[in-house]
């Protein structure tokens, strides 16, 4: 199956303009004597995580984990069923700490995974995402209720893949 890339929705310019603003917003809100422990959701956020890091301060002690979870296995739809792949292998107890995700569809899965995570006591929990692909109606109530969202951009519901 191959597939063409269609129009393009957000300029890169614009992307990275938004991404510098998320950065600034994370330092600002950052606290500056404890480790803000950034955990990328793989493989979609590799990239967006990526680029969110450099732009940060270089004072700011981050520390980079990833997870790899699913629920759509080799589907567009959800199964409704979440798998963990790969945990983090960083203590988060105590410590302040942003999911970094690609894209928030229907939020079951981010919303298992906040649960997950909470299990584990941090300090913080919060969440900032590249990008909303379905209304806020549409995600479960974990997460369209989550106090401290961070949001890079709205696609809507037109499906969106990001190309550099």
């Known amino acids: 199956m191959s597939y063409k890339l269609g129009e393009v929705i957000i300029s890169r310019e614009t992307i990275a303009k938004r991404v510098k603003a998320l950065a600034d917003e994370i330092a600002q809100n950052a606290e500056k004597d404890k480790p803000l422990v950034i955990v990328g959701i793989l493989t979609g956020a590799a990239f967006f995580l990526t680029d969110l890091v450099r732009e ?8 980079v984990d990833f ?4 629920s759509y296995g080799d589907s567009t739809k959800t199964s409704g069923v979440v798998r963990i792949f790969h945990d983090l292998k960083t203590n988060i107890e105590g410590k302040n700490v942003i999911v ?20 584990r006591h941090p300090n913080s929990l919060k969440v900032c995402s590249a990008s909303i692909l379905a209304k806020i109606q549409r995600m479960s109530s974990a997460v369209a209720t989550m106090p401290t969202r961070a949001l890079g951009m ?11």
């Open 56 to 63: 940060l301060p270089e004072d700011l002690d981050v520390r």
């Open 67 to 70: 997870m790899s979870v699913a």
């Open 100 to 119: 970094v995700e690609d894209i928030i569809d229907s939020g079951l899965t981010l919303s298992h995974l906040l649960g997950l995570l909470q299990g």
């Open 154 to 164: 709205s696609t809507g519901h037109r499906g969106a893949i990001a190309t550099r």
